[in-house]
Nanobody, 127 residues
Framework: QVQLVESGGGLVQAGDSLRLSCTAS????????MGWFRQAPGKEREFVAA????????SYADSVKGRFTISRDNARNTVYLQLNSLRPEDTAVYYC????????????????????WGQGTTVTVSS
């Protein structure tokens, strides 16, 4: 089992920055792909970013590319999402997740590829 806990969300103004953290316990996630997703009220959960096991490969949704950065510190079982130049449309609950299945292709972007999920942290961006 993998337990994931997100933190770092809050209420900010447009143009501000936040750094979200996702810390794992129970099982190490050092060998697993990690992803971030978000869900706004009335919207489907959407892919934000993913990072490979060693952090050498990353993938981003077009809507956040150039503004958000995903990174990981495997020694601390922690994955980060740096959110810069925030916009009101970034308002959502942000979830981290891990894909425990061995894969050799591109980083997964569908939510159903991920096995374990955190409870989310809320980001609210005002204009």
């Amino acid at each position: 089992q993998v337990q994931l806990v997100e933190s770092g969300g809050g209420l900010v103004q447009a143009g501000d920055s936040l750094r979200l953290s996702c810390t794992a316990s129970g099982r190490t996630v050092q060998r697993y792909t990690m992803g971030w997703f978000r869900q706004a009220p009335g919207k489907e959960r959407e892919f934000v970013a993913a990072i490979s096991r060693t952090g050498t490969i990353t993938s981003y949704a077009d809507s956040v590319k150039g503004r958000f950065t995903i990174s990981r510190d495997n020694a601390r079982n922690t994955v980060y999402l740096q959110l810069n130049s925030l916009r009101p449309e970034d308002t959502a609950v942000y979830y981290c997740a891990t894909d425990t299945n061995p894969r050799s292709g591109t980083l997964p972007t569908r939510a159903d590829f991920y096995d374990y999920w955190g409870q989310g942290t809320t980001v609210t961006v005002s204009s």
